[in-house]
């Protein structure tokens, strides 16, 4: 069998999807990674992937560009003679549904991992992007043979919204995490609390609301340490400042790291208070290192935690009632312990990535070899 992986960014499929492409390759079957050039697209070979490059515009809008990357898309898969295409993020999975219709790929597969930020707001712009959103993906869905998503919410609100049929929607939650290495860490630590959030600096990752609850609560709890790691990201209209960032004193904030695993090591409390999300990835590996986690009761960030049992889940926006919820993990250790029991619990009987890489393989008709 021969599969192409489509996304619009190589660091995507090196990411998120080498695992899946490893287990293909094991069986025997080609696997191609179908990205533009970058960092990671040489990296690929190693691993026994070929990778083809296209051409796409991330941010462009121009028609004539958008159908120009239509046709570089088909260009790039029609001789590869593909038996499944799957296609990851909105313009891959709208531009290679109809390349690879053209290039009468037998199957083609599309992964919807959220649906992004213009669905946090209800202004005029969002309405209307969201509109163009859902009569494109109406469209895709019709040609598209599967849609997988991250998370339950997504899909029901689709179906309801009559985007797609339900018997073409799959849901497995999220790309998988390895929960031997993201396994607990005794923390060396023990004077201080910490309290850890990671994430783009975002207001809608609320990352007002995480310093708005550090700074009614280090006033109470001196040593409770609150650090964010993450860094601004200037092109989202959402981003908060490196300055800002940098001013705010009831926060210890660290920028971006690549020590994440140690981050967490010497953390006693995840905390994401994001107003959406497709599936964190940073929640599940909190939980896989034994953290109880604070986050949102919003889409996908609900998926993690089971209100009261590895965490607590709050309303969005509300500074107040997260702080509360910190506040009562800092005071009870007990709690903590048993809250990250339970997390690490549920990241290894729902999470692991054999467990998600099984579940494509049977999405793609397969069945694992071990």
């Known amino acids: 069998m021969t599969i192409g992986f489509l996304s619009h960014l190589d660091l995507n499929l090196w990411l998120f999807r080498l695992p899946v492409m490893q287990a293909l390759i094991a069986q025997g079957h080609t696997v191609y990674a179908?990205?533009?050039?970058?960092?990671?697209?040489?990296?690929?070979?190693?691993?026994?992937?070929?990778?083809?490059?296209?051409?796409?515009?991330?941010?462009?809008l121009n028609p004539l560009k958008e159908l120009l990357a239509i046709r570089a898309i088909y260009k790039a898969i029609r001789p590869l003679n593909l038996d499944i295409l799957h296609t990851f993020t909105a313009k891959p999975n709208i531009y290679g549904t109809i390349a690879g219709r053209i290039a009468k790929v037998p199957r083609i597969i599309n992964l919807v991992e959220g649906l992004g930020s213009f669905y946090l707001e209800n202004d005029f712009k969002s309405r209307l992007v969201r509109s163009i959103i859902e009569t494109l993906y109406r469209q895709t869905f019709k040609l598209s043979d599967t849609v997988m998503f991250v998370n339950e919410d997504d899909p029901a609100y689709l179906i309801d919204k009559n985007v797609i049929s339900p018997s073409k929607a799959v849901t497995i939650k999220g790309v998988g995490i390895d929960t031997d290495l993201w396994r607990p860490i005794p923390k060396t630590?023990?004077?201080?609390?910490?309290?850890?959030?990671?994430?783009?600096?975002?207001?809608?990752?609320?990352?007002?609301?995480?310093?708005?609850?550090?700074?009614?609560?280090?006033?109470?709890?001196?040593?409770?340490?609150?650090?964010?790691?993450?860094?601004?990201?200037?092109?989202?209209?959402?981003?908060?400042?490196?300055?800002?960032?940098?001013?705010?004193?009831?926060?210890?904030?660290?920028?971006?790291?690549?020590?994440?695993?140690?981050?967490?090591?010497?953390?006693?409390?995840?905390?994401?208070?994001?107003?959406?999300?497709?599936?964190?990835?940073?929640?599940?590996?909190?939980?896989?290192?034994?953290?109880?986690?604070?986050?949102?009761?919003?889409?996908?960030?609900?998926?993690?935690?089971?209100?009261?049992?590895?965490?607590?889940?709050?309303?969005?926006?509300?500074g107040n009632a997260l702080a509360e919820a910190i506040e009562t993990l800092i005071q009870n250790p007990f709690l903590r312990k048993?809250?990250?029991?339970?997390?690490?619990?549920?990241?290894?009987?729902?999470?692991?990535?054999?467990?998600?890489?099984?579940?494509h393989l049977e999405v793609y008709g397969l069945k694992r070899v071990r």
Do not use: W
């Open 34 to 60: 179908i990205c533009p050039e970058g960092d990671k697209s040489g990296s690929f070979a190693a691993e026994g992937v070929l990778h083809i490059p296209y051409l796409i515009s991330r941010s462009s």
């Open 189 to 318: 630590d023990s004077d201080r609390v910490s309290v850890v959030m990671i994430g783009r600096a975002l207001r809608h990752k609320g990352v007002l609301e995480y310093i708005d609850a550090a700074n009614l609560l280090t006033r109470r709890y001196p040593h409770a340490e609150f650090r964010y790691i993450g860094s601004p990201d200037p092109g989202n209209t959402s981003s908060l400042s490196e300055t800002f960032m940098q001013e705010q004193s009831a926060i210890v904030y660290l920028g971006h790291r690549d020590d994440i695993r140690e981050q967490l090591a010497q953390t006693d409390i995840f905390v994401l208070p994001s107003y959406r999300e497709g599936l964190p990835r940073t929640s599940m590996e909190a939980m896989s290192m034994g953290l109880p986690i604070v986050t949102t009761d919003v889409v996908g960030c609900r998926e993690t935690v089971v209100n009261g049992i590895n965490g607590f889940l709050v309303p969005p926006k509300n």
């Open 338 to 359: 048993r809250m990250g029991e339970a997390g690490r619990e549920k990241a290894v009987d729902e999470f692991d990535m054999d467990i998600i890489v099984t579940k």
